[in-house]
Every structure is written in C-alpha cells, then in structure tokens.
C-alpha cells in the first residue's frame, strides 16, 4: 500500500505525517517539478516531474504509479486536483485511487465566481460578488456593497494578485488590468478554516476540525486558535453533503453577526492541517484506512479547544553537487 503525493512543494508536515501513519505497512512518493520543493526529501522515494501542464505529464505519473505499486494519488496544489480527477478511470486501471473530489467539485471550487453562483442558487450565506463592474456599480448605488472591496482573480489561489481597493477608480482599474477578475465584500468578521474528511467509502462527513485564524500570510494561515461549534460543523456537514465532496477538503469561511458566510473551499490539505493533526485529528489514518477497503467511523472524542498555532521557519539543505539519481531514494 503506496501513497503518492503530487506537486508537494513546502509540505513537509504533511509528508512526515502521512509516512509515519504508513511506516511498516506502505510507502510515500513524493514528486515535484522543482528539485528545490523541500517536501520532496521526506519522503521514502521522489521524482523531479515536469510541469502539470507540459504534453506526456500524466503518462510520467502513470508509470510512477507501476513502478512504485502506488495504491492512492492526491496532489497538494489546486490546478492539478481538477487533472487528477478527470483521469480518475485511467488511475482506476492501475489499480490507484484518486483521493478526492470529482471534476466538475474540483473545477467549481477552483473558480469563485462558479462558487458563488452555486451557494447563491442553495440559499447558503455567501461573501457578495461581482464578475461585471456594470454589476458592481449597481450594487453600489443601490448600497448594496460599500467599499472597501477585495479584486481577485476568479481562479486564483495562495492570494496572488488579490488588492484592496478603497475608491471605484481603484477597484476599477484592478478589475480592468487584471485576466478574469471578481470584486468580492470586504468581511470585516473573523475568518474562520475548517479541515474536513468525507469518508471515500461510506461517503460521510467523519471528521471536521475548526478554528479562529488570528494571522494570514501569503493565503496561508500564519497563526490560529482551535474551537468547537455543534452549529457550525451541522452547517459545514450539510454544505459538503449538497456538494459531494469527497476525501480531505479545506473550507474558509467568516462569522459577522452570529452567521456563518462561506467564502472558499479547497478540496484538498490546506496550509493550515497542521493545526489539527496536532490536537489528535489525523486525517492521514482516515485515507489509509479508506485504501484499505476500511470505512471510518464518524469522530465523536473531542479535540483540545484554545489551542493555539504559530508556525514558524524551518530550514533544510540539500547537496546540489551530489546527482539527482544519488538522491532519488535517500
């Protein structure tokens, strides 16, 4: 039973939690396009891979898969969840499981405004957005939004090209220098993540583990607090439910008010899993048992409230004289 992790980059919790969780009983490959993606030295074995989008990158992944005995496939960076997912039946023939959501989930998460629509359309809470300035302006005469506002790419990710504009001049000229770009409400409540597990073989929701993000950098959460709200995890529960979501997902979302507003969701380990796994949510035990053929049991022990995160820098160093065939299997 062989784990392998797509596009690792900086994850390198995430690989020694998922080695651990499979010592004596599987192996973790990690690949990357970068010889420098620090992420790539914890695993057991690791393969510089071309980039996801040059011609013949899956048919590179699908011989790892062989020559590994892979038994599971995820990947770590939003673009590729989409290409794994379509592929799901080609994983399939060689005897691999793609651990997590289906394409269209994939593809409507990955873009905001395809998000919005459909949480709109399910009468869910929702930050206001606007893919027209023609829109946006309406909105705004008819007080309906008020600045500031956040311009975005529609399919952005890890917060580049995100601005605040506190003028129209501003948020016009953002909007209109940008490719595909969305005008979003600024929350002025506190933003909240949520890592969740759907369990690939009963299809439940089994495990969610929330908390107060205190410090944001670059997308990521820097620092948070760990909570616990029966309310929130019904409403969380029923959103994944609608959607179909499948395997580990991220959620992002505001409380202003006493409500709940969804803003994002990544069906895939957030920057801030960490936080969980270290107040005892192990996710990595949720996906081997599911590989197995094992369905898990819906968490019920409760994890350590007020428990604080602060990441902080690691380095690591690598003998860039010593050939990459040297390396392959350290």
Same mark, same amino acid.
Not at 180 to 209: K, P, R
Not at 224 to 246: K, P
């Given at each position: 039973?062989?784990?392998?992790?797509?596009?690792?980059?900086?994850?390198?919790?995430?690989?020694?939690?998922?080695?651990?969780?499979? #010592?004596?009983?599987?192996?973790?490959?990690?690949?990357?396009?970068?010889?420098?993606?620090?992420?790539?030295?914890?695993?057991?074995?690791?393969?510089?891979?071309?980039?996801?989008?040059?011609?013949?990158?899956?048919?590179?992944?699908?011989?790892?898969?062989?020559?590994?005995?892979?038994?599971?496939?995820?990947?770590?960076?939003?673009?590729?969840?989409?290409?794994?997912?379509?592929? &799901?039946?080609?994983?399939?023939?060689?005897?691999?499981?793609?651990?997590?959501?289906?394409?269209?989930?994939?593809?409507?998460?990955?873009?905001?405004?395809?998000?919005?629509?459909?949480?709109?359309?399910?009468?869910?809470?929702?930050?206001?957005?606007?893919?027209?300035?023609? #829109?946006?302006?309406?909105?705004?005469?008819?007080?309906?939004?008020?600045?500031?506002?956040?311009?975005?790419?529609?399919?952005?990710?890890?917060?580049?090209?995100? +601005? &605040?504009?506190?003028?129209?001049?501003?948020?016009?000229?953002?909007?209109?220098?940008?490719?595909?770009?969305?005008?979003?409400?600024?929350?002025?409540?506190?933003?909240?993540?949520?890592?969740?597990?759907?369990?690939?073989?009963?299809?439940?929701?089994?495990?969610?583990?929330?908390?107060?993000?205190?410090?944001?950098?670059?997308? #990521?959460?820097?620092? +948070?607090?760990?909570?616990?709200?029966?309310?929130? =995890?019904?409403?969380?529960?029923?959103?994944?439910?609608?959607?179909?979501? +499948?395997?580990?997902?991220?959620?992002?979302?505001?409380?202003?008010?006493?409500?709940?507003?969804?803003? #994002?969701?990544?069906?895939?380990?957030?920057?801030?899993?960490?936080?969980?796994?270290?107040?005892?949510?192990?996710?990595?035990?949720?996906?081997?048992? =599911?590989?197995?053929?094992? +369905? =898990?049991?819906?968490?019920?022990?409760?994890?350590?409230?007020?428990?604080?995160?602060?990441?902080?820098?690691?380095?690591?160093?690598?003998?860039?004289?010593?050939?990459?065939?040297?390396?392959?299997?350290?």
């Amino acid at each position: 039973m062989n784990l392998l992790i797509l596009s690792c980059g900086t994850r390198d919790k995430v690989v020694q939690y998922f080695r651990k969780t499979f #010592e004596g009983e599987g192996r973790i490959i990690c690949t990357d396009c970068s010889p420098y993606a620090p992420a790539l030295y914890e695993a057991d074995a690791h393969y510089i891979v071309p980039r996801i989008t040059e011609p013949g990158y899956l048919e590179v992944i699908y011989e790892i898969c062989r020559k590994e005995s892979i038994t599971g496939v995820l990947s770590l960076i939003d673009p590729e969840l989409s290409l794994i997912a379509a592929h &799901k039946e080609q994983f399939a023939a060689l005897g691999v499981t793609v651990i997590g959501s289906e394409y269209a989930l994939c593809e409507r998460t990955l873009n905001k405004w395809e998000l919005y629509c459909w949480m709109k359309e399910h009468k869910y809470p929702c930050v206001k957005t606007y893919v027209s300035l023609e #829109e946006f302006r309406r909105a705004l005469d008819q007080g309906e939004i008020a600045f500031p506002v956040f311009v975005k790419p529609m399919k952005g990710s890890a917060s580049i090209q995100i +601005a &605040k504009a506190q003028d129209w001049e501003t948020a016009a000229f953002l909007f209109s220098h940008g490719e595909q770009m969305i005008i979003q409400e600024y929350m002025t409540g506190q933003e909240i993540g949520a890592d969740v597990y759907i369990d690939l073989v009963s299809g439940e929701v089994v495990s969610i583990f929330t908390k107060k993000k205190l410090v944001m950098r670059a997308g #990521e959460t820097d620092k +948070a607090i760990s909570f616990f709200d029966e309310n929130l =995890n019904n409403q969380i529960t029923q959103f994944v439910r609608e959607n179909g979501f +499948a395997g580990q997902i991220d959620i992002d979302l505001f409380v202003q008010d006493g409500v709940y507003y969804f803003s #994002e969701v990544n069906p895939r380990f957030g920057g801030g899993y960490p936080h969980a796994y270290a107040c005892g949510v192990d996710h990595m035990t949720l996906i081997k048992n =599911n590989l197995l053929g094992i +369905a =898990n049991p819906i968490r019920t022990t409760p994890y350590p409230e007020n428990q604080v995160m602060m990441k902080y820098c690691e380095i690591m160093l690598l003998d860039a004289t010593k050939p990459e065939k040297e390396r392959q299997y350290e």
